[in-house]
């Protein structure tokens, strides 16, 4: 360090140097001569603070007279004035504040506020030109940064120029429309220093080394104190710039937080002198949005946004500080939330959720505190469940079962409910509310979070379709030591109370949305806990078993979804493995309820579900079940024929794969057999003795069985028992089918629709299993046809239609074994059906197609040329239905009931043309000349127009242009 002589002998040396150019621009004031001084002062920096006055009194001057009348000079003189103070300090307090005077009447553009008579000139000058006030803002900014303690001393100790100076900066950034970026980053860099503190390499020390940049900040404002009571303006101030640039938006955030933490750690507040509410009004709204920025979408800004707020944590002298406030803005925030998701714009709900998630994520290890008191805690619940509330007037809730549907069992999304709230619109608040209840779940305390909620669930059924929802949210972040037992306890509960009407044919959306989260929460328990969820299986796999064959569609995709994550979790390969598992205790537990449960219902549903995703090799487990079912199906016909529905289903497979092992077998005995003859065909030589030892064995074996059946006579006649041939077990599916279609022959005829609909379905399904074993098939063909042949003259029509599918079937099936109970049993019903529908026919109306009538009319009008293919009629056995079926190629019909009648007569004339011929000569006799022989043709082959109240002419008309289409005239 230089002496004290050497100080002054350099101080002379830069008064030679700095006279000329100081004395020139004195004489004139001219852009040249400010930047000949500007040249002098770079070659002498840095410069003795002894000749700063010196220097600042030309500057000073020429500032004056440039203001109005040229701007590049008065920019010219700051710029200089700027590197004057970046070379040099400032230890003098006259010219500290006899420019700090100058500066602040140039950035006060209000008419109506006073100044100095000999300041008057500078009144708003740098708002001439936008260069002006950049640099005006850089030398303000230097000449706080650039002035020694003493200097600030003085001024901070002087309150109505301290609220000026912040005032006016503030004001100046208020104006952010009209001012480019640079010149506010210069702003926001003038407002920082006025505590003493440079922020120009802010944003360099945070990337580069963010604990050295907090260090180093920390602790170098001054005045907090009296900056306290302007904390609000400026927080409005620099919030507004905060969201209105990125690049604004960084450096304001960091200001913000330097503001932040000088008040916070300000002495005032270790003695807690500053009040809550101020402390809230102050502070509050800057924490609420530093949490919500960190949260946006833009990923420089959330970084930024975490960055600010990781230093303000960092920066605080009490820890204890930033979280005491977040927590007093969650509890608040809990109070209105409801009212501001029912009330608000979308965009205010999802900033106000944004909030809720982001106190959740900044407070991380508090929130078990926060949530260690059950008040809180159900307070906190019930807000986010009244914000939350379903709506259910969706339709797609209602949606009914659809055979055949795959789901993705990875993608939760793809088997879910469909969520739809009431309040609740755009994904981002949704996707918000989600994530706040994870961090719930993973940052809570457990045991009380999940005690509030089983409570509230099982207590009321008040929003507790939201409760669950809530619940099956926070499972996301819950980890896999938590104990969940309460949990499991409480979602069996709530399922005995409501599986009543849960699984009932008009269940209600509300009991759609508590039955999937139930299943889904039982999935979640499950992924936790992995394969010890194995213990609660027994209890809780029936539950979403049942639910699988729910005749909702939403219930039941759900819950095969959820199946398939519990078995997953629990070690097995797919749903049929993890059913094989367990098929000893499930099947136990239904064959149970089946034999001593007055309901059927739940044991039905679950039985349902095990047959439609177990293996074959199950059926011989479920013997029992099935037999039991059977003789019960008096006490519940639908539910019980619903679980044979879905036994006939997979019986076609099974009974084929059954079949493919005995042709098997049956040809390894025939291999087998073939071996043995070739073996004794062999060339062997026969000797006398081998000749003799044989008839002898004969001999003696022909007496003892003389003796065993005289044996076998005398018991029979004395034990009067009947002789039977043993037969070979008949495999389980085949017995299956057939122990079906003797069941149905008694409950077919019961009026109740829908169950007519599943037993004919079943009598189908069954049949088609046993169409390649005849000698099973034909007996079960005999026993339903009674029923069946009744059906077809059913009350109701959707019967009947059904009937005829079934009928098609039986046909396809035994073939010639049904060719004359057609005939005399079929055809008449189906011809008494078609004079029935004639006027049917007739009708062109675009909603006759939608009737029960019509459509059992084409099936009557398809299914007779598909049963003469199947039973290879003959002529004779046709004539009464071709009779009937020809009239609807009359143009009076309409045209799709014209062209199925045309593809009807064209395969009944496959059959017999000889007599269609005829029919179609009757009908148009105008097509043929006069040919005396017709007249000899039989009554019986006449076609009777009784019927047809015509002229003989205009019937003629009708049938032409359709008979000729036929193609057989």
Known sequence: MAGRGEQEELAKAQFLSLKPPCVSLMREKTLKTVLSLEDVLKSLSPLSPSLLEYVLFPLQMTLQQSIGSDTHLAEAVLKCITFLFKSSRITSDKPFFELLSIFLVMIDKDEKSPAEPRLSQYKGAAFTSEEILERLLETLQHLFIRSDPSVLESFYSNVLIVGKSVSLIVETLKDSKSMSRQCLLRGVHCLVGVTHADSEGWMESIVSDFPKFCSDTLGVGKGEKILSSFLPGICLTLSELITSDNRIGQLGLLALTHFIVLILNESQWENRELGN?????????????LVTLSLDTQPAVANNANTTMDFLSASMKYPGTLTSIMEEKLYDLSSTLPRLMRDSSEEKKLISLKLLQGYLKFLKSQVSHVTCSSAHMTRLLQALAQSIQLDTSRPLLMESKKVGVVINQDDEYDWAPPLSFSHLRDSETIKSIQESCRLLGRHGNTSVVMDTLVHTITGSESNRSEYLLILHWLMKGVGPHASLNLLINGLIDVWEEIRGDGLSLNISSTLVYQICFINLLIGDVAVIQGVDFVVHLQHTLGIVMANISSSNAVVSRTSVG?????????GHNDLQSLITGCADYLVNEVHHQLLYYPSKTISCHILRAIIEHCDYELLSLLKDCKDTLILSLHQSPLDGWS?????????????A??????????????????????DDSRDERVTLEDISNYFMNYHNKKREEEEEEKEIEENEEEEGDIKTDSKAPTPPAIQASIDTLQSSVHYVSIPNLPLQLCILDCISLCLSALRHRESELLPQVHTVWSPLAHRLIDTHIPVRIKAIDVLLVMASAAKEFLRKRVVEHVWPKLVVSLKQLRGVACDATPTISHTMEYKLLVKILESVGNLCKELNVSVDQIEDIAQEVILFLSSENSDPIQKLGLETCRTLSDFAPDLMWLLCIQLSPSLLPPIPSLSSVPSNHRLSLKEIKLPRSKVSHLYLDNILKLGII
């Open 277 to 289: 509410d101020e402390k809230n009004g102050c502070c509050g709204p800057v924490i609420e949005l």
């Open 643 to 655: 679980v044979l529905h879905s036994l006939s289903k997979r019986l076609p497979d099974w009974v």
């Open 562 to 570: 959820v199946a398939s994550q519990i078995a997953v979790s629990t």
């Open 657 to 678: 794969m059954e079949t493919k092992v005995e042709v098997g077998e049956k040809k390894q005995m025939e291999k087998e057999v073939q071996v043995e003859d070739e």
